[in-house]
């Protein structure tokens, strides 16, 4: 696996996955995607240099976690980021 664009690994500059010489691919647990799901990801500004800006983020081994992509619009009937966390549980029965 390669990571294409990541040197320095800063925020503002986008990376992608080349796998087994195919891609790129944005990072599956990216928490910035500013071009949207198929752009490349970025790294959240203060979490590289460790500046405490950012909110702590631990993700669970790649072997744990599920991926799965919802349109917030439509998953709950008032179609926000704050009913949608309060289905999170929902989604985390699934797997």
């Known amino acids: ?3 294409r664009g990541c040197r320095g690994r800063r925020g ?3 990376y ?6 195919q891609g790129p691919f944005p990072d599956p647990r ?3 995607q500013p071009g949207g799901v198929h752009g490349p990801s ?3 500004p203060g979490e590289a240099s ?3 800006d ?3 983020f631990s993700p669970k081994p790649m072997q744990e976690a599920v991926i799965y ?4 619009g439509t998953f709950t009937p008032a179609g926000t980021y704050d009913a949608a966390s309060g289905r999170l549980q929902y989604l985390a029965d699934l797997a």
């Open 54 to 56: 950012a909110v702590a």
């Open 30 to 32: 990216s928490r910035w």
């Open 12 to 14: 503002g500059r986008g």
């Open 50 to 52: 460790g500046s405490g």
């Open 16 to 21: 992608r996955y080349v796998i087994d010489g």
């Open 42 to 44: 970025h790294i959240v």
């Open 1 to 3: 696996m390669v990571a």
């Open 69 to 72: 992509e919802l349109h917030v």
